[in-house]
């Protein structure tokens, strides 16, 4: 279960997030943008350590920083990574973020992700994860692979399609 928030004004971005999950865990984040076709990113977030299955590439204790493109059609460049501020893993995600409007109604979105670290168990993983979606208006269909979920040697594809509101 989770809340986000997305505000938006002029040349800033600011999306707080709160995540409850079974066995008691607790998160909460903030991602940033400022800038207006070039703008910087930066993040941040904490949990209570609680384990739980993360439906993400990311790890939950981390620092975000990276840097993007926007043009006026809403076309999106951005490279930013993601590093474990907390355990001293090493854990460390490179995304490379590409969005481009194809029509008025479609929308076509690819993250590549490569990640470098050890996992819980001592695992060292070097691999590249991603995601595409594709969006239809409200509608959207994803699909994303994952060679080392949460950083174990399980291999993951997800598949998911929804609404948005």
């Known amino acids: 279960m989770g809340y986000e928030y997305d505000y938006h004004h002029d040349w800033l971005t600011f999306i707080p997030s709160a995540q409850a999950a079974t066995r008691g865990f607790l998160g909460a984040s903030v991602y940033g943008e400022a800038g207006r076709r070039f703008f910087g990113i930066g993040g ?54 590409l969005r481009r409007h194809l029509h008025s109604d479609w929308r076509l979105t690819l993250d590549l992700v490569h990640e470098h670290g050890h996992g819980d168990e001592g695992l060292m993983v070097k691999a590249w994860a991603s995601s595409v979606d594709v969006d239809w208006r409200r509608w959207f269909v994803r699909v994303a692979r994952d060679p080392h979920v949460n950083y174990t040697p399980d291999r993951q594809v997800r598949v998911a399609a929804g609404l948005r509101f």
Do not use: C, K, M
Not at 70 to 77: K, L, V, W, Y
């Open 44 to 97: 941040f977030g904490r949990t209570n350590l609680r384990p739980y299955w993360n439906l993400g590439f990311d790890p939950n204790d981390y620092v975000e920083f990276g840097a993007g493109y926007r043009d006026s059609d809403g076309n999106t460049i951005s490279t930013y990574t993601i590093r474990d501020s907390r355990l001293g893993t090493g854990q460390t995600n490179t995304h490379i973020f």
